[in-house]
C-alpha cells in the first residue's frame, strides 16, 4: 500500500460470495470483489458475464435479501433496502443510459430529487450557486440554466458526474461510461475520473474498451459466466489487453456444434462504402464506411462488443430500418439494388431477424400459425383474402421440419420458450424465402440444447445455398459456426478474418480498438 | 365444465361475452314479468342501437391498430346535415343522398388520417380536435336548425322488410333471411370440420357440433320468430340489416384479409409488424379513413330513424362506441379485439339500458350502473395485463378450466433480461 490515506483499513467495499439467481439462472455464483480507498477498480467481462447485476446487487437496486452474501463497506456489514439507502452511504452509480431529463436545465438535473430548500421553497438562487461550484468541479463550462437536451452527451455525462458529487460521493460507479462518447470527450472524462481519485474518490468502472482500463485502473476484476475468476493489479502484474481478453474469454470450448462442411459459392451480396447516421444526433454516424460481402452458401459473423453498431449496420441494410441513411451501395448478384423500405428488402430476397425478440420480432399476441405467414402473406393469400387452410399446412410444415415444440400451431407464441419462439421467428423468415438472413443475436436466451438444433438449422440454409449473416456477442458462437468472420468497433469495419485465422483473443483485439488488422 | 369448452371450442373469448349477454336477457326476462323479450321491445332494441353498433365496428379496428377516435359522433352529426341539406336545397334522390354521405365521410377519414398516420399525432389529439371541428361545422352549415329529410330516406333508420308473398302470419322476408342464416351456419361449420378434417387437425367430437348448431339455430329461429311475429307493418328493420351485413363483412375483414392481419400486427407489436414488411402508416391510415365512413352511415341512419337533423345528433356516442368495444374484450393497447365480440360488448350495454328503462329505474341510476359495468370491464383487463396479458374475456374462462391461458414464459424473460444488463 503506497499511500494509505488514513490509518484505518484501506478496504472502502467487500462483496464477499454474492449470489444472485433469477428463476432458472444463477445470474452470480459466489462473486468477490475488493475495492481499496482511492482507487480505480475496473470489472470487466463478456457481454452477459454478470457485471451489471452485480452492480445492481452493490447499488440496492436488488434489495438485501435478494441475493446471498455480504456487502461490506466502510467496514460495515451493509443492507442497502434501495438506491436511495445506497446514496445516502455514498454509493452513486451512472448507468449507461443517462438519467437526465432533457427538458429541465442543468441545475434542476443537479438537484433533482436533492433540492435545497428553504421554509419548504426551493432555493434556486442556492441551487445555481452550488451548480455553477460543481460544473467548475468536472471542468464543464456551461450555462447551469441550459436545458439537458441542448448539450451534447458528452457534457451530459459530466452532468451525472456533478450531480455524484453533490451527493458527496465516496464510491462512484460508472456503467460504460464512453459507450457514447467520441474520442475527445471519452478522454476528458477518463481525464476527470483520475482527478476525482486525487480527491480522493474511488471509482469502480465497467467498460468494454480495454485501452482505457489498461490506461486509468488500478486493479481489474474479472468476471465470466457469473463468477469472478481473478483481480489484476495492473503495475504490479504488468496488465495488458491481451491478459485482460485471456481472463474474459478463458473458458473450454465443447463441442456444441454440429458438422458442418460448407460449400461455398461465389460472392452475390456486396454493401460498399455504407454510411449512415445516427436517428436523433445529428453528427454521429453509427456506419463509418462499412463495407462487406456475402458469398453463396457461406456463413458469415459480424462480432463486436454491445454499442459498436453491428445491428445498426444489419438494420440500416434491411430496407433502411434504422437511423438516416447517408451513402453506400448495395449490389446483389453484381447488380446495384435499392432497398428504401423493409418491403422492398423482403422483396429483394433479405431477412432479418431481430437481436430483441419480444420487443421488435415478435407480435406477442399472436398465435404460431399467425406469426409464421405474418412476413409473407401474399403467398398464402388470393387477392386480399388469406387462406386459412394453407397458413395451418404451411405452419404445421414448419412445426415439423424445425421440431417446434408445442401441442399445436393455434397455440400462443407468448407461451412457448425462447428457443422455440426462435424457432417461429426463423420459419417466419425462412417462409419469406430469402437469399441472404440476416441473424442478429439468434441464441440469446435459449438454453444450449435448442441452440444446437439453431445452429443446425442455420447451416441448412447455407447448405441450400443462401447467404448468412450471424450477429452474436458470443464469440465462441461465431467461431464454431462460421465461414469468416467481420470483426466492428465503434461504427467501423475493423478486420475480417477466416475461420481459421480467427481465435477469441484475435477477435477481441480487432473488437476493443480502432487499429486495422493486417 | 370440459364439455362447455368443448362445445365453444377456440372460441372461447366470445363466448364469454355471449355468456354475460344471455345471463343478461335471463335476468331481465325473469324480472320484467316477460316484457323483454317480446317483439316490439327486441325491435325497438335494435333500432335504437343499431348507429352505435355501427361505430362499434369501426371503433374496434381503430383500437385493435392502437388508437382511438373521439370524434364519430361529430363526424355523425355533420355527415347526417350536409346529406339532409343536400336533399333539401340540391334535391338529390336517397340512393344519391347516402353516396354522397359516405363520400364526405370518406373525406373527413383522410383528412384524421393523414394527421394519425403520417404526421404522428396521437389519434387522441387529432379526433378531439375533429371532434370540436365537426360538431362546429354541423352547427355552422346547419345554422343550429333542424333539417328535415322525406320519408324514401328515412326508410334507412326506420324501415323494416316488407310484405310480400302469401299470409302465412309470420313476415316472409324476415322467415326467409332467418332460414338462411340458419342454412349458412350449418353448411359453414361442416364445411370448417371438413376441411380441418382433411389438414390432420384435431376436431371435437361429433356430437360437440351438433348441441353447438342447435343452440346457435335456435337462437337464430327465435330470434327470427320475435321478428316476424311483430305488430303489423313491423318486422326485421332495416338498420338491422344494415348492420348484419357490416358485421359479416368486416368480420371477415379483420379475420381473413391481409389488411386485417395488418391491422392486428400493427396494433400488436408496431416495430415487429414494420421489420416484416407491414407498412404501418398506410394500415393507420385506412383504419382511421374506415372509421369515419362508417360513422357518417351511423349519423345517416339516425337521421332516417329521427326523421331530421340537428345540430345536437351523435353527442356523446364516441362514448358508447367506446365502451362497446372495451367490454367486448379489446385490449386498451391494441391488438386484441374481435368484431363480433365489440356488438357483443354494444349488446350488453343495449341491454342493460333497455331492461333498467323496463324496470322504471332512473336515468341516474341507469347511467351509474353502466359507468360500473365498463370500469369492472377493464379493470379486468388491465388487471389481467398485469398478470401476463390476458382479456377480460379470458379471465372470464377461468372458470371453465383455462386458466394457463396464455401465461408468459418465465425462464426465457428473465434471461433475457439478465443477458440484456450485463
Known sequence: ?518 | MNALKKLFGGNTRQFGMIFALVALVIFFQIFTSGRTLTPGNVINLFNGNSYILILAIGMVLVIIAGHIDLSVGSVAAFVGISVALAIRDWHLPWYAAVLFGLLLGALIGAWQGFWTAYVGIPAFIVTLAGMLLFRGFNQFVGKSNTVPVPEDFQFLGSGYLPEVGPKTGFNNLTVLLGLIAVAFVIISEIRARRTAQALGAEVPETWVMITKLVLINAAILYATYLFATGRTGTSFPIPGLILAVLVLIYGFISAKTVIGRHIYAVGGNRHAAELSGVQSKKVNFMVMMNMSILAGLAGMIFVGRSTASGPFDGVGWELDAIAAVFIGGAAVTGGVGTVIGSIVGGLVMAVLNNGLQLLGVGADLTQIIKGLVLLAAVAFDVYNKTQGKKSIIGMMMKNFGRSSENAPDETTSTKEVISKEA
Not at chain 1, 55 to 64: D, F, I
Not at chain 1, 105 to 119: A, C, D, H, K, M
Not at chain 1, 218 to 224: C, P, S, V, W
Not at chain 1, 414 to 438: C, E, H, R, Y
Open chain 1, 1 to 518: 500500500m503506497s499511500t494509505p490515506i488514513t490509518h484505518q483499513d484501506p478496504i472502502l467495499l467487500e462483496m464477499r460470495s454474492i449470489t444472485k439467481e433469477f428463476p432458472g439462472v444463477k445470474a452470480l455464483s459466489d462473486v468477490s470483489l475488493r475495492v481499496k480507498v482511492g482507487e480505480i477498480h475496473a470489472i470487466c467481462g463478456e457481454n452477459g458475464a454478470g457485471k451489471s447485476t452485480l452492480m445492481k446487487v452493490l447499488s440496492g437496486v436488488y434489495p438485501y435479501g435478494s441475493y446471498d452474501g455480504d456487502i461490506v463497506y466502510q467496514a460495515e456489514v451493509q443492507q442497502f433496502r434501495d438506491i436511495r439507502a445506497s446514496e445516502q452511504a455514498g454509493i452513486v452509480i451512472i448507468h449507461q443510459e443517462l438519467a437526465l431529463i432533457p427538458e429541465l436545465s442543468i441545475t434542476e438535473n443537479i438537484f433533482l430529487g436533492n433540492e435545497p430548500v428553504r421554509r419548504g421553497i426551493i432555493d434556486w438562487a442556492e441551487a445555481r450557486k452550488r451548480s455553477i461550484e460543481l460544473l467548475a468541479r468536472v471542468g464543464l463550462r456551461e450555462n447551469p440554466d441550459t436545458p439537458i437536451k441542448e448539450i451534447g452527451v458528452g457534457k451530459q455525462q459530466l452532468v451525472e458526474i456533478a450531480k455524484a458529487l453533490n451527493k458527496s460521493v465516496k464510491l462512484l460507479i460508472l456503467d460504460e461510461p464512453t459507450a457514447a462518447l467520441n474520442e475527445s470527450d471519452s478522454q476528458h472524462l477518463l481525464d476527470l475520473i483520475l482527478g476525482l481519485k486525487g480527491r480522493g474518490i474511488t471509482s469502480i468502472m465497467i467498460s468494454h474498451k480495454l485501452n482505457e482500463i489498461e490506461q486509468i485502473a488500478d486493479e481489474i476484476t474479472i468476471i465470466r459466466d457469473g463468477k469472478s475468476i481473478e483481480t489484476l493489479n495492473v503495475k504490479e502484474d504488468g496488465v495488458d489487453e491481451d491478459r485482460i481478453i485471456k481472463g474474459m474469454v478463458g473458458r473450454t470450448l465443447e463441442s456444441r456444434f454440429p458438422d458442418h462442411t460448407p460449400t461455398i459459392g461465389e460472392v452475390f451480396f456486396e454493401v460498399k462504402d455504407w454510411n449512415v447516421g445516427h436517428p436523433q444526433i445529428q453528427d454521429r454516424l453509427v456506419c463509418k464506411n462499412s463495407n462487406f460481402h456475402v458469398r453463396r452458401g457461406e456463413i458469415v459473423g459480424f462480432a463486436g462488443l454491445m454499442g459498436a453498431g453491428r445491428t445498426e449496420l444489419a438494420r440500416s441494410v434491411f430496407g433502411h430500418s434504422y437511423g438516416r441513411f447517408i451513402s453506400g451501395q448495395v449490389y446483389k448478384d453484381g447488380k446495384p439494388i435499392t432497398m428504401r423500405s423493409v418491403r422492398q428488402a423482403i422483396d429483394a430476397g433479405l431477412g432479418y431477424v431481430t437481436e430483441d425478440r419480444k420487443s421488435l420480432g415478435l407480435n406477442l399476441l399472436d398465435d404460431i400459425k399467425t406469426t409464421t405467414v405474418s412476413a409473407n402473406l401474399k403467398k398464402i393469400s388470393r387477392g386480399m383474402v388469406v387462406d386459412t387452410n394453407k397458413e395451418f399446412m404451411v405452419a404445421e410444415q414448419y412445426r415439423k421440419s424445425l421440431r417446434t415444440k408445442t401441442p399445436s400451431v393455434e397455440e400462443g407464441v407468448s407461451k412457448l420458450s425462447g428457443g422455440n419462439q426462435q424457432k417461429v421467428v426463423l420459419a417466419k423468415w425462412m417462409f419469406t424465402d430469402p437469399d441472404l438472413l440476416i441473424l442478429d443475436e439468434p441464441t440469446r436466451g435459449i438454453d444450449v440444447g435448442a441452440k444446437y438444433e439453431i445452429y443446425g438449422i442455420i447451416q441448412d440454409l447455407a447448405n441450400q445455398g443462401k447467404g448468412v449473416i450471424v450477429i452474436s456477442s458470443e464469440l465462441p458462437e461465431l467461431l464454431g459456426l462460421s465461414d469468416r468472420i467481420y470483426t466492428i468497433f465503434e461504427g467501423s469495419i475493423t478486420g475480417v478474418l477466416n475461420k481459421d485465422e480467427a481465435s477469441q483473443e484475435s477477435l477481441m483485439k480487432l473488437m476493443t480498438s480502432s487499429r486495422k488488422a493486417a
